[in-house]
């Protein structure tokens, strides 16, 4: 399994980003897709969850009702919608892909990630 990130960059706060991950070299609907990001000299942190259905999914607190993630089981992408970002939103995101049940929060719970996507909010 490959993961391939892309969408982050710069913007200013209050502002939106797309962040899109491209699954590849397995069956996309077998697996729980999360985002994780880590900021400079902090430990990689749980973002979102989403179950292979797409119905099940959950967030970081910081993040609920700004972040929305989704998935297209056709084209084989998981996708973070990040609305009104927050300076403290700056970090490198990481698409992880879990093919045990259940929801994943722990850097752990993923067997596979990608390479990641930098993200940087300024006031």
């Known amino acids: 399994v490959q993961l391939v990130e892309s969408g982050g960059g710069l913007v200013q706060a209050g502002e939106s980003l797309r962040l899109s991950c491209a699954f590849s070299?397995?069956?996309?609907?077998?697996?729980?897709m999360g985002w994780f990001r880590q900021a400079p000299g902090q430990e990689r942190e749980f973002v979102a969850v989403?179950?292979?259905?797409?119905?099940?999914?959950d967030y970081l607190d910081s993040v609920k009702g700004r972040f929305t993630i989704s998935r297209d089981n056709a084209k084989n992408t998981v996708n973070l919608q990040m609305n009104s970002l927050k300076p403290e939103d700056t970090a490198v995101y990481y698409c992880a892909a879990r093919s045990r049940p259940g929801l994943g929060y722990a850097v752990e719970d993923y067997n596979t990630w990608g390479q990641g996507t930098r993200v940087t909010v300024s006031p």
């Open positions: 989403d179950t292979w259905s797409g119905v099940t999914t």
């Open positions: 070299g397995g069956l996309f609907s077998n697996y729980n």
